[in-house]
Structure formats: structure tokens, C-alpha cells
């Protein structure tokens, strides 16, 4: 009976799709029981030491307790309110005194993370035939930028030091001679802090970026509290740079996915601005992310809120140093706020403490090949004293303290293009090859392990035996961040 209806096409048979919709409804659990509602109960009823972003470190930072963040907050773009890119309505009037506040011309929410805001500026000053300096080290968002716009970017490698398995600041004589040998340039993108919060000489480079009529973006994710302390570097707002773009989650303690952009100076254009924030944001930001972007920068100029990111400084420096008196071997970082564990000398790399932490309910922020980045944000790091020197002191023992071989530094020029455009090659054909076979191809996606989303190839970049070898050993420590195949043109 039942084949027969269906078979007949009837709706109404035990196949129709109402009626297969119906039966899956009623399986469904209770609203209380769905997925991520109960992993976030479990997350909120297990307590571990969260030393990951954002900043706030699970609620702890006092910034957000009043007003607490209900979802009657969450309105649309009433006429009050308006949004980032309105001339009229509350949105308007936050942005314009925060840019009052920097000293900038003009500041824009954002609510699609920094990620969104590096892609609206970048689309911005440069279109398909555009020549951006862009660092090796650039955040995936920005090679997402040049895919977006069309333009094959120009690459510049910044020092690399291979004990720390780390990218260094871009030190100011490099910028000149890069600057000199590229030719006309569109735009500088500079990256600064990294995410371990090594910081650049950004009123140098700035100035001799300026001197070669370049405006220059900052990808300031990591340092949004820059400047709010004396002992903290200088913001790259104060250093004059043209385009800014801070996350508000990883150093201040609004909500994840806000930033801000800021802009400045005779080399950009407002028009050009908002219209790229038009193409790459959402056409309804929500006003509970931005509340909590405003009142998280808000909060940084009142007295109550720089005594708080004092205490934390000094919490962190004092953490720093007991770990460091107990022999806990750190990296240095121009970020207090930033606790960067050296694993090459404990006998391990960065992924395999992250696992062996995160097994003992340490969660830590992000892995690199030598190291392991705690981002110790605005929470009370007193109180870690005891439990964090705890466990590192068994992590050191668990691992034999046989250190690993320092790294080969990347096989990568000072300055080279990609042989096609990333986005060309991206939306070529392609096909998977071990990475044993991949010689001499050209690469149609990227090798990016995620965090820190640091591209190792980028798309349309040729593997040869040196890169091979390089990322065959990136492997080794990366673990299974990066796959056996690559994705190559066919
Ligand atoms: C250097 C850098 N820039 C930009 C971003 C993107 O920030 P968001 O997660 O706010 O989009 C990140 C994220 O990790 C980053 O590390």
C-alpha cells in the first residue's frame, strides 16, 4: 500500500518528502539539548585554565558585567541606531568619537573579525593590476584579499629566527632596499605585533614607507591595547600609518568577530573605503557585537580601565618571571600579555604540548612549530601561578628535555611574485599529488595551519626539491595541521 502511494507520486506516502521532514522534526532533540548549546554547557561546567582568546578569557574581564550582554540588545538598524557605514544614528556617533579619540579621521566597526576589515581596506587602495607588498607571514585574510581583488601580490620575507621558529620584525634598512627594488608600489601591507606580540619599529617604517609615496596598512590584530599603557609599544595609529585594523577580541575584551578599522591621512579615500565595506560586511551588523566594540575601547580611556590594564601587565610580568625563575624556558614578546613557551629546548614542538596541555585541561592559544603562544588577556593571571608552573614543570619532564635540531629557515627569497595570481590559480582545475610527487608543480591551493592561519604556499606559487624539503620537515612538527598531498594545477 504504502509502495503503491509512493510510487504513485502521492505526497502524502510515508517517502514524501513532508512526511520524512515530519518524522525528522519529531526526532529532533530539545532546543536545551541541540549541539553547540550543550557543548558550550559543558564548556561553562568544566572550568579549565582558559589561556586562549578571546580576551576576556571566558567572561572573567570586568569590562562586560555591566551592562550585561542579553539578546534584547540585539536590534536591528533602527533610525536611532544606524549602522557602520550611516552617516545618521548611534552607530555614527560611537564610531566618530572613537576616531576622535585615536586622533584618526575616520573609524568603522566591524563585525565579520579583523579578517573582514584587512579584506575591505586591501580592496580598497588595490584592484586587479594593483603591486601590494605583502608579508610572507601575512594572516590568510589578506591572501583571501588579493583572491578577492585579482592582483598577484608581491612577497616580501621578513627575518626568520630559526631557534624560536619564528618571524621577526621587519627591520626598517630592509624596507628601504625592498622598496627600491620592487619599483612602484600601490600599497604596504606591515604586520605588527605577530601573534606572539613581537612588535615593528611602525614609526620608522611608516615614515620611510611615506618617503616612497606608499600608503601603508597596519594588520594590527594583536595590539589593539598598544599605546593605552606607556610601557607597551606605540599604536600604529600614533605612528601615522594610513589604514589600521585592530581586533577587539584578541586584546580588548569585546566579543569575538569585532574590529575596528581606522584611516587616515591624504592617501586614502573615505568613498573608496565604504564602498569596500559594503562588499565585505554583513548588510545587518549586529548592534550587540558593536556594543561590546565600542564599550570594550570605551572602557580603555576611563581611569578604571587603564588601572585594570596595569594590574593585568603586572600580573603578567610577575608570572613571566616566576615561570622564568623556575627555568621555564619563554621566547621574548613586546606583549606582557603574551606568555610564549619555547618548546624546542623541552624536547618538543608546539602542536605536541598544545595536545599533551589540552589533555590536562590547559588550554593554550596557538601552536607553532618551537613554540606555544598563552594569551593571557584580561583575566587575573595571579592565579595562575601555581597551576601553570605546575604543569610546565611536569610538561618539561614528560618531553626528556632533549631539544629539538633548530629548523632550516624557509627556502624563500626577499621579494618574489607568485608565477600566477593566487586567485588564477585557485580557480583553476586541480587534482591532489603526494607531496613526494608534487615537483615542479604549481600550486592551486594554499598549506595553511590553522591557528596561526600563516600560509606556508600560497596558490599559484611553483614546489620546488628546496620547498619540498621545507614543508616535508614543517610536517614533521605541524603533525597532522598539515596533509601528506598538496593540490595542484592539473
Ligand atoms: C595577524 C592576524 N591578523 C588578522 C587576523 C584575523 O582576525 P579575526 O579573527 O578577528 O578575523 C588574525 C587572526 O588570528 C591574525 O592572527
Same mark, same amino acid.
Given at each position: 500500500?504504502?509502495?503503491?502511494?509512493?510510487?504513485?507520486?502521492?505526497?502524502?506516502?510515508?517517502?514524501?518528502?513532508?512526511?520524512?521532514?515530519?518524522?525528522?522534526?519529531?526526532?529532533?532533540?530539545?532546543?536545551?539539548?541541540?549541539?553547540?548549546?550543550?557543548?558550550?554547557?559543558?564548556?561553562?561546567?568544566?572550568?579549565?585554565?582558559?589561556?586562549?582568546?578571546?580576551?576576556?578569557?571566558?567572561?572573567?574581564?570586568?569590562?562586560?558585567?555591566?551592562?550585561?550582554?542579553?539578546?534584547?540588545?540585539?536590534?536591528?538598524?533602527?533610525?536611532?541606531?544606524?549602522?557602520?557605514?550611516?552617516?545618521?544614528?548611534?552607530?555614527?556617533?560611537?564610531?566618530?568619537?572613537?576616531?576622535?579619540?585615536?586622533?584618526?579621521?575616520?573609524?568603522?566597526?566591524?563585525?565579520?573579525?579583523?579578517?573582514?576589515?584587512?579584506?575591505?581596506?586591501?580592496?580598497?587602495?588595490?584592484?586587479?593590476?594593483?603591486?601590494?607588498?605583502?608579508?610572507?607571514?601575512?594572516?590568510?585574510?589578506?591572501?583571501?584579499?588579493?583572491?578577492?581583488?585579482?592582483?598577484?601580490?608581491?612577497?616580501?620575507?621578513?627575518?626568520?629566527?630559526?631557534?624560536?621558529?619564528?618571524?621577526?620584525?621587519?627591520?626598517?634598512?630592509?624596507?628601504?632596499?625592498?622598496?627600491?627594488?620592487?619599483?612602484?608600489?600601490?600599497?604596504?601591507?606591515?604586520?605588527?605585533?605577530?601573534?606572539?606580540?613581537?612588535?615593528?619599529?611602525?614609526?620608522?617604517?611608516?615614515?620611510?614607507?611615506?618617503?616612497?609615496?606608499?600608503?601603508?596598512?597596519?594588520?594590527?590584530?594583536?595590539?589593539?591595547?598598544?599605546?593605552?599603557?606607556?610601557?607597551?609599544?606605540?599604536?600604529?595609529?600614533?605612528?601615522?600609518?594610513?589604514?589600521?585594523?585592530?581586533?577587539?577580541?584578541?586584546?580588548?575584551?569585546?566579543?569575538?568577530?569585532?574590529?575596528?578599522?581606522?584611516?587616515?591621512?591624504?592617501?586614502?579615500?573615505?568613498?573608496?573605503?565604504?564602498?569596500?565595506?559594503?562588499?565585505?560586511?554583513?548588510?545587518?551588523?549586529?548592534?550587540?557585537?558593536?556594543?561590546?566594540?565600542?564599550?570594550?575601547?570605551?572602557?580603555?580611556?576611563?581611569?578604571?580601565?587603564?588601572?585594570?590594564?596595569?594590574?593585568?601587565?603586572?600580573?603578567?610580568?610577575?608570572?613571566?618571571?616566576?615561570?622564568?625563575?623556575?627555568?621555564?624556558?619563554?621566547?621574548?614578546?613586546?606583549?606582557?600579555?603574551?606568555?610564549?613557551?619555547?618548546?624546542?629546548?623541552?624536547?618538543?614542538?608546539? @602542536? =605536541? !604540548?598544545?595536545?599533551? /596541555?589540552? $589533555? +590536562?585541561? &590547559?588550554?593554550?592559544?596557538? %601552536?607553532?612549530?618551537?613554540? #606555544?603562544?598563552?594569551?593571557?588577556?584580561?583575566?587575573?593571571?595571579?592565579?595562575?601561578?601555581?597551576?601553570?608552573?605546575?604543569?610546565?614543570?611536569?610538561?618539561?619532564?614528560?618531553?626528556?628535555?632533549?631539544?629539538?635540531?633548530?629548523?632550516?629557515?624557509?627556502?624563500?627569497?626577499?621579494?618574489?611574485?607568485?608565477?600566477?595570481?593566487?586567485?588564477?590559480?585557485?580557480?583553476?582545475?586541480?587534482?591532489?599529488?603526494?607531496? @613526494? =610527487? !608534487?615537483?615542479?608543480? /604549481?600550486? $592551486? +591551493?594554499? &598549506?595553511?595551519?590553522?591557528? %596561526?592561519?600563516?600560509?606556508? #604556499?600560497?596558490?599559484?606559487?611553483?614546489?620546488?626539491?628546496?620547498?619540498?624539503?621545507?614543508?616535508?620537515?614543517?610536517?614533521?612538527?605541524?603533525?597532522?595541521?598539515?596533509?601528506?598531498?598538496?593540490?595542484?594545477?592539473?
Amino acid at each position: 500500500m504504502q509502495r503503491d502511494s509512493a510510487g504513485s507520486g502521492d505526497d502524502c506516502g510515508g517517502n514524501s518528502p513532508d512526511f520524512k521532514s515530519a518524522v525528522a522534526a519529531a526526532l529532533l532533540p530539545r532546543p536545551e539539548c541541540w549541539p553547540l548549546r550543550s557543548a558550550l554547557a559543558r564548556e561553562r561546567a568544566h572550568s579549565p585554565l582558559a589561556l586562549h582568546l578571546p580576551a576576556h578569557r571566558r567572561g572573567q574581564a570586568p569590562a562586560f558585567r555591566r551592562p550585561r550582554l542579553p539578546w534584547a540588545w540585539d536590534l536591528p538598524e533602527l533610525p536611532t541606531i544606524g549602522g557602520p557605514l550611516l552617516v545618521d544614528g548611534a552607530v555614527a556617533e560611537s564610531q566618530a568619537l572613537i576616531a576622535q579619540a585615536q586622533g584618526v579621521d575616520f573609524s568603522w566597526y566591524g563585525v565579520n573579525g579583523a579578517s573582514g576589515l584587512l579584506q575591505a581596506a586591501v580592496l580598497a587602495l588595490a584592484g586587479p593590476s594593483a603591486r601590494v607588498l605583502l608579508p610572507r607571514h601575512h594572516h590568510r585574510s589578506l591572501l583571501h584579499a588579493a583572491v578577492l581583488a585579482g592582483f598577484n601580490p608581491l612577497l616580501y620575507t621578513v627575518p626568520f629566527d630559526a631557534a624560536a621558529g619564528l618571524w621577526q620584525p621587519l627591520p626598517p634598512q630592509q624596507l628601504e632596499q625592498l622598496l627600491q627594488q620592487a619599483g612602484p608600489v600601490d600599497l604596504l601591507v606591515l604586520l605588527s605585533p605577530t601573534y606572539q606580540g613581537l612588535a615593528s619599529d611602525l614609526p620608522s617604517l611608516v615614515a620611510i614607507a611615506h618617503r616612497h609615496g606608499v600608503p601603508v596598512l597596519v594588520d594590527e590584530a594583536h595590539g589593539a591595547h598598544f599605546g593605552f599603557d606607556p610601557t607597551l609599544p606605540k599604536a600604529a595609529t600614533a605612528a601615522g600609518a594610513d589604514l589600521v585594523v585592530q581586533s577587539l577580541h584578541k586584546s580588548l575584551g569585546a566579543l569575538a568577530q569585532t574590529a575596528v578599522l581606522h584611516a587616515q591621512g591624504p592617501r586614502v579615500d573615505r568613498d573608496h573605503l565604504c564602498q569596500a565595506l559594503e562588499w565585505v560586511q554583513s548588510s545587518s551588523p549586529s548592534a550587540l557585537l558593536m556594543l561590546s566594540a565600542e564599550q570594550s575601547i570605551a572602557q580603555r580611556y576611563t581611569s578604571g580601565g587603564q588601572r585594570q590594564l596595569r594590574r593585568c601587565l603586572h600580573q603578567a610580568r610577575a608570572l613571566r618571571d616566576v615561570l622564568q625563575a623556575h627555568g621555564i624556558p619563554l621566547l621574548t614578546s613586546d606583549d606582557p600579555l603574551r606568555l610564549v613557551l619555547h618548546t624546542a629546548p623541552l624536547g618538543c614542538s608546539g @602542536a =605536541q !604540548a598544545d595536545a599533551w /596541555l589540552m $589533555a +590536562r585541561d &590547559v588550554v593554550a592559544e596557538c %601552536p607553532e612549530v618551537f613554540s #606555544l603562544t598563552f594569551c593571557l588577556g584580561l583575566g587575573n593571571s595571579q592565579r595562575l601561578q601555581r597551576p601553570l608552573l605546575q604543569t610546565l614543570q611536569t610538561l618539561r619532564r614528560a618531553f626528556g628535555e632533549v631539544p629539538l635540531q633548530p629548523l632550516q629557515p624557509p627556502p624563500l627569497p626577499a621579494l618574489c611574485e607568485p608565477e600566477l595570481s593566487p586567485g588564477a590559480a585557485w580557480r583553476s582545475p586541480s587534482r591532489q599529488v603526494p607531496l @613526494a =610527487q !608534487a615537483h615542479g608543480c /604549481l600550486a $592551486a +591551493r594554499p &598549506v595553511c595551519p590553522y591557528p %596561526p592561519g600563516i600560509p606556508l #604556499l600560497l596558490p599559484g606559487e611553483r614546489l620546488d626539491a628546496e620547498r619540498l624539503a621545507w614543508l616535508a620537515q614543517q610536517r614533521l612538527l605541524w603533525g597532522e595541521q598539515i596533509a601528506d598531498t598538496v593540490t595542484v594545477l592539473a
